[in-house]
T-cell receptor, first 112, second 113 residues
Framework: EDQVTQSPEALRLQEGESSSLNCSYT??????LFWYRQDPGKGPEFLFT???AGEEKEKERLKATLTKKESFLHITAPKPEDSATYLC?????????????FGKGTKLTVNP | DTEVTQTPKHLVMGMTNKKSLKCEQH?????MYWYKQKAKKPPELMFV???????INESVPSRFSPECPNSSLLNLHLHALQPEDSALYLC????????????FGPGTRLTVT
C-alpha cells in the first residue's frame, strides 16, 4: 500500500542552525509530492509541489528536493517564526480511491 | 489569491443539535474537500466534490452530510454528533482533482459536548 514516512518526528534547532527534514514514500506512479506548513490550530499552508526526481523548489529559507524514493525539505538559517509542523503528502491510491496521503509530520522548533 | 474561507471558526454543539459548517473559495477551483484533523495527527480525508458532484466518501458516518450548492461553496451538515467527533474540520480546494495542489482553509474547531 502507498505510504509516506516523515523523519524526525520532532526537531529542535537554534536560530541560524540549518538542517533537513525527510519524507520517504512508496507509491505506484508518483503524481505529485506536496509540502505543507501547519501552525497549531490552523489549516495547512501550501509550500511546494514536486513532480519528478531531480526537481527542486525554493522559497525564502526553504528548499525542497525530490528523488525517486524521498524528498527533503532543507531549512537554511532558520528563524523562530519557522517553528511549525511540516507535512509531506503524496497523491496516491489508497483504500480504493486517489487522494492525498499524508505523513505524520515533523514538528520543528527554532529557539532564538 | 489562494484563500479558502471557513465559518464559523469555533463551534460548540450538543449531541442533539444540528449545525452546519461552511466553506467558500473564489479561485475557480472545481474540486473541494472536507478533512477531519485530530490533535497531533495529519488531516484525514472525509469527502471530495469534483465539478459539484460527490466523488469520494471515505465511509464517513451519516451524521455528517456534505453539500455543494455551487462551484464556490461547500457545506458540511452535522447532526447527532458524538464527543469523539470533536476535531478541527478543514476545507480545501484544488484546480481539479488529481495532482494539483490543495489549498486549505483555516478550519473550524468543533467541540461536541
Amino acid at each position: 500500500e502507498d505510504q509516506v514516512t516523515q523523519s524526525p518526528e520532532a526537531l529542535r534547532l537554534q536560530e541560524g542552525e540549518s538542517s533537513s527534514l525527510n519524507c520517504s514514500y512508496t507509491v505506484s506512479g508518483l503524481r505529485g509530492l506536496f509540502w505543507y506548513r501547519q501552525d497549531p490550530g490552523k489549516g495547512p499552508e501550501f509550500l511546494f509541489t514536486l513532480y519528478s526526481a531531480g526537481e527542486e523548489k525554493e522559497k525564502e529559507r526553504l528548499k525542497a528536493t525530490l528523488t525517486k524514493k524521498e524528498s527533503f525539505l532543507h531549512i537554511t538559517a532558520p528563524k523562530p517564526e519557522d517553528s511549525a509542523t511540516y507535512l509531506c503528502a503524496v497523491q496516491a491510491w489508497k483504500g480504493g480511491s486517489e487522494k492525498l496521503v499524508f505523513g505524520k509530520g515533523t514538528k520543528l522548533t527554532v529557539n532564538p | 489569491d489562494t484563500e479558502v474561507t471557513q465559518t464559523p471558526k469555533h463551534l460548540v454543539m450538543g449531541m442533539t443539535n444540528k449545525k452546519s459548517l461552511k466553506c467558500e473559495q473564489h479561485m475557480g477551483h472545481r474540486a473541494m474537500y472536507w478533512y477531519k484533523q485530530k490533535a497531533k495527527k495529519p488531516p484525514e480525508l472525509m469527502f471530495v466534490y469534483s465539478y459539484e458532484k460527490l466523488s469520494i466518501n471515505e465511509s464517513v458516518p451519516s451524521r455528517f452530510s456534505p453539500e455543494c450548492p455551487n462551484s464556490s461553496l461547500l457545506n458540511l451538515h452535522l447532526h447527532a454528533l458524538q464527543p469523539e467527533d470533536s476535531a478541527l474540520y478543514l476545507c480545501a480546494s484544488s484546480q481539479s482533482g488529481g495532482s494539483y495542489e490543495q489549498y486549505f482553509g483555516p478550519g473550524t474547531r468543533l467541540t461536541v459536548t
